[in-house]
């Protein structure tokens, strides 16, 4: 199971990762259900769904399916854990969810074999608190780097199965540019001091 | 070549960028344009979403299609949404509190057991480490366990914060300063991630400078 739980400010950290994600259940032929909590973000999550399974010759209703959005994280993540079609009806689209190959036989957490989270925010406090306490749901999570150090104690005391951590090699190239920027202005700022103090200039 | 469609997206994608990133000279009408927009279309999603996706699938389907207590329970949640709009009129925004009121309730309640039994209990199980040994693991321990320790301490205001726990908070706020440090890294890490995202759709849908 995939959950959209970011939307366009977090779409250059969290696209690639969800992508790679994808590539990687379709290649190993492992179904994929998504769904998501930020209305605006699923679209994203459908078209990079769509792009993915198209590579792989996926099939919609077979081996993936969108089940769409339901407002309300606590509601959506406790009914699920008890029958997923008293909250999921039907799909994205109108189709009734016993009636696709997929998700026929999926009740609860426990016909889901792992959900991957894609957080920019604090849905990921909500499914662990949830559905990962509650109802023992496997779960693994890709965070945007804000995210990142508060998911990190939840992989320590092994509530989750893993993180997202891998940064794009531009990202970091960028983040030592701005230690060099860091650097370069407190040695100014250092050399500069006796200059502002003989002008009488105040820090 | 893309469609139309296609090529009056990516024209109009860039044409916003460009002017949310004119905001960097200073504020400007074209800022103000691609801020508005955003809100607005923001908002009307968000409508469209719950119209179809909430009210509609969870609401007036199955009050067509369910019969008995199934069909007529789901007035009660129908009417404390209505009664919620009732803020929007002075002398009637009283009885929004009844619905708030609700999910107030339902939150908290449902918040309480969450939180000591996603949160609390594991977080202090997985402080509680073993130190034995002169390995990397126990002096790993070592630190989360001191970190966690005086940290706390340091939030310990009971007491004026000189000799033993003096010392206890200053090593505490060490470490707070050291997670703040992560934290705005991170938060760095991602602004320079969305200034990478905008730079890469300029160059490469926009400008086709790359392939």
């Given at each position: 199971m995939v959950s959209i739980d970011f939307d366009a400010t977090s779409a250059p950290e969290l696209m690639p990762m969800l992508r790679s994600v994808l590539r990687q259940a379709f290649a190993k032929d492992v179904k994929v259900i998504m769904l998501g909590h930020i209305a605006i973000g699923l679209p994203l999550g459908h078209t990079a769904l769509e792009e993915v399974a198209a590579e792989h010759d996926a099939e919609y209703g077979v081996d993936y399916v969108n089940l769409g959005y339901r407002p309300g994280y606590i509601a959506v993540m406790i009914a699920m854990g008890r029958e997923i079609e008293d909250i999921f009806r039907t799909d994205y689209q109108g189709t009734p969810i016993r009636d696709m190959e997929i998700t026929r036989?999926?009740?609860?957490?426990?016909?889901?074999?792992l959900l991957f989270g894609f957080e920019h925010g604090a849905v990921i406090d909500y499914w662990v608190r949830y559905a990962q306490a509650r109802f023992h749901q496997k779960m693994t999570f890709g965070t945007t780097a804000v995210m990142a150090p508060d998911a990190y104690p939840y992989l320590q005391a092994g509530q989750i199965e893993g993180l997202g951590t891998r940064g794009m090699p531009a990202q970091q190239w960028g983040h030592l540019l701005v230690i060099g920027f860091i650097v370069l202005g407190n040695l100014g700022y250092y050399f500069t001091k006796g200059k502002r103090k003989r002008s009488g200039e105040t820090a | 070549m893309g469609s139309l469609g296609m090529i009056i997206g990516t024209w109009l994608a860039g044409f916003l960028t460009l002017a949310i990133l004119s905001f960097l000279y200073k504020d400007n009408p074209f800022y103000k344009l691609a801020e508005h927009l955003y809100v607005g279309v923001s908002a009307g999603y968000w409508l469209i979403y719950v119209a179809f996706f909430d009210v509609e699938p969870m609401l007036v389907t199955p009050f067509m299609e369910e019969t008995g207590v199934e069909k007529w329970i789901l007035i009660v949640p129908a009417a404390l949404g209505i009664i919620m709009l009732s803020r929007w009129f002075p002398k009637t925004a009283w009885l929004s509190r009844w619905p708030i009121a609700f999910t107030v309730g339902v939150g908290a309640g449902l918040g309480i057991t969450a939180n000591l039994q996603g949160y609390v209990v594991p977080q202090v199980q997985a402080t509680l480490l073993p130190m034995t040994g002169f390995n990397l693991v126990s002096l790993n321990n070592l630190i989360l366990v001191v970190g966690v320790v005086t940290t706390i301490l340091y939030f310990y205001?009971?007491?004026?914060?000189?000799?033993v726990l003096g010392v206890t908070a200053k090593i505490g706020i060490v470490f707070i300063m050291v997670s703040f440090g992560a934290s705005f890294g991170y938060t760095l890490m991602a602004r320079i991630s969305l200034l990478i995202g905008r730079l890469y759709f300029i160059l490469t849908d926009l400008l086709r400078v790359i392939d």
């Open positions: 036989d999926v009740h609860s957490y426990a016909d889901i074999d | 205001f009971s007491k004026a914060h000189k000799g």
